[in-house]
DNA sequence: GTCTATACCGCGATAGAC
DNA sequence: GTCTATCGCGGTATAGAC
């Protein structure tokens, strides 16, 4: 008896249908391309994309590879999707720190990007761990790592601009600096659980700290 | 107890003959065991383990994939021996620090660590870059990633102790501390060059002085 | 130490039924 | 949305000549 077209029942003439907005998975399998590239993409963390055949993520799913390309034209349609995810956070991420601390000292603003990084990095951390390990043997990773030079292009000068404010320490060039900063930041993917008992708020406040005050007590 | 053929023959003979020690390739071709290893691993770091055929490193050394395996077994013999070399040069390094500073303050000991994990890191750059990019797809790839385990709680023990001995900053949790400092000795690998401008006393004192002093002028 | 030739397998991707 | 079946390519690895 429920049927799912009631609530669109009345109007004369509902030219537009069913249409179920968000579709939900049913019987067993119905996966939707959201779906598919979740997991697509926590395979690729664990094993690499190389070394992941569309066959183990088949088998992952619980479906064929056939089943695969109804979701996604190719293995690597999966990767730019999944690396699209990861740029376009840091993009924004990036541009709203830069916006939201525009006429402070750039030490302060530094600091804000710091932790603005780490945010995002745990928000889309699968995504951004993928990107991370882009080592550009296409193309399509050439395109993506070019995006995310761009970025860090970003990010060195602001650590450039702070070096020049004098709020910085001045004895190691801004450019290493810029790599020891971002590496330490990009290295929480190696290890970081945002299930886990430590929150980001918690993260990020324990890397700047130890960036900016050091180690020392 | 070593025994190498003629090396334990006519103990009073200098019965070392021709043996070229070193041997130099000749005519154009003639590779020996630890070139193509070099070159191997280089291959590695650029592409990845697994988007390196064999035939690309046949290619890379201009001969035929066939001649890589009179050289080695297999192509994960060829990445087990590179692995073997970066954690033997890490077990060595961190056993070496630990040793010579003995009974000074967990603070200096793990001041001198770091630096001597940039050393070694530096010395063996091909070799550990690869080990850092190991994901455990195989039995041998697990075996490399529990041995760098061992070596990565050696470390913690001795962020741990320094905390202890009340040296380092309390508000962040040890385990966390120990990340976030071989996160970023780790990153070098992602950007740093041998034969660059920037000497290996440079960086480590560069990456030394961020660590415990701060970024803070 | 390198070559040619080849075995065998799993890969990404497609066609077409249900 | 998934299936079975299949194609063609390139992968690792081996045999045996030079």
Redesign the pocket.
Known sequence: MPDVDAATAVPAAPAVPPVPAV?R??G??????DT?LRRAIDLFNRQGY?A???????VD??????????????????LAAALDEALDGLDAAVAAAADATRDEPAYDRLRATVEAAVHILVAHLPAVTLLLRVRGNSPLEQAALDRRRHIDEQLATVVKRAVDEGDLRDDVDPEVISRLVFGMVNSLVDWYHPDGPISSETLAAAVAGVLFQGLHR
Chains 1, 2 share one sequence.
């Not at 067993?28 to 391309?33: K, L, V």
């Not at 055949?53 to 088949?58: H, P």
């Open positions: 579709r998975p049913r067993r399998p119905g996966y939707d391309q598919v190389d992941t055949s569309i066959n183990d993520l088949a799913l619980g479906i064929t590879k056939s089943a695969i390309y109804h979701h996604f034209e190719s293995k690597e349609a999966i």
